[in-house]
Nanobody, 121 residues
Framework: QAHLMESGGGLVQPGGSLRLSCSAS????????MAWYRQFPGKQREPVAE????????NYADSVAGRFTIAGDMDRKMVYLEMNNLKAEDTAVYYC??????????????WGQGTQVTVSS
């Protein structure tokens, strides 16, 4: 019922900044949770940042707290991840995740295809 597409990944030097975007499309009635995850080679996907659309509250992994900011524009069905002071350890594939209700009020969970972020000098 929903399709997510990430953009904004690429190569950046340590200490630099990057902005990731995620667009949601399809027969979506409402979004309840939007989040960013990341995955290192051979490792499980892990949460980075999450926003509860209804509450407006956010959660961050300890490794990115104070450096990353998640924000949403629900009118446009988009979520962003502002990444500052990037470190080599942030290098990973970043995925957008969304949970909500489709047109007929059925629940859905969707993942984007992922976008590569590489932090290197």
């Amino acid at each position: 019922q929903a399709h997510l597409m990430e953009s904004g990944g690429g190569l950046v030097q340590p200490g630099g900044s990057l902005r990731l975007s995620c667009s949601a499309s399809g027969q979506i009635f409402a979004l309840s949770i939007m989040a960013w995850y990341r995955q290192f080679p051979g490792k499980q996907r892990e949460p980075v940042a999450e926003i509860n659309v209804r509450e407006g509250s956010t959660n961050y992994a300890d490794s990115v707290a104070g450096r990353f900011t998640i924000a949403g524009d629900m009118d446009r069905k988009m979520v962003y991840l502002e990444m500052n002071n990037l470190k080599a350890e942030d290098t990973a594939v970043y995925y957008c995740y969304a949970k909500g209700l489709a047109r007929w009020r059925e629940r859905f969970d969707s993942w984007g295809q992922g976008t590569q972020v590489t932090v290197s000098s």
